[in-house]
């Protein structure tokens, strides 16, 4: 079991940047992959992106080209770089990791081991 815990959340105007930290109990494993989902306020839980051990980065098309994943693993630490913020990226947003044998698919469809408690991103018009 791993533990994540996220912070870094805030409130922001549209068109602002803010990081997200997700700190982990221990350092990504060869075999391990790690990611971001978000929930909005009455909407279902959706994927940010995810990352496996080798740095190979997939997004969602909805943040693609505004959002970063990279990760320190000298501290632990997994980021969410966010840029040029919308209202709808306000939402709850989760750091998540699984490991094992395509572990990354399995992150992209929510297929988790391990949830932080989240952080709250809001974005105001």
Same mark, same amino acid.
């Given at each position: 079991?791993?533990?994540?815990v996220?912070?870094?959340?805030?409130?922001?105007?549209a068109?602002?940047?803010?990081r997200?930290?997700?700190?982990?109990?221990?350092?990504?494993?060869?075999?391990?992959?790690?990611?971001?989902?978000?929930?909005?306020?009455? @909407?279902? =839980?959706?994927?940010? +992106?995810?990352?496996?051990?080798? %740095?190979?980065? /997939?997004y969602?098309?909805?943040?693609?080209?505004?959002?970063?994943?990279?990760?320190d693993?000298?501290?632990?630490?997994?980021?969410?770089?966010?840029n040029?913020?919308?209202?709808?990226?306000?939402?709850?947003?989760?750091?998540?990791?699984a490991?094992?044998?395509?572990? @990354?698919? =399995?992150l992209?469809? +929510?297929?988790a081991?391990n949830? %932080?408690?989240? /952080?709250?991103?809001?974005?105001?018009?």
């Amino acid at each position: 079991q791993v533990q994540l815990v996220e912070s870094g959340g805030g409130s922001v105007q549209a068109g602002g940047s803010l990081r997200l930290t997700c700190t982990a109990s221990r350092g990504m494993r060869e075999r391990d992959c790690m990611g971001w989902f978000r929930q909005a306020l009455g @909407k279902e =839980r959706e994927v940010v +992106g995810v990352t496996d051990n080798d %740095g190979r980065l /997939t997004y969602a098309s909805a943040v693609k080209g505004r959002f970063t994943i990279s990760n320190d693993n000298s501290k632990n630490i997994l980021y969410l770089q966010m840029n040029n913020l919308t209202p709808e990226d306000s939402a709850m947003y989760y750091c998540v990791s699984a490991s094992g044998l395509a572990c @990354k698919a =399995r992150l992209w469809r +929510g297929d988790a081991t391990n949830w %932080g408690q989240g /952080t709250q991103v809001t974005v105001s018009s």
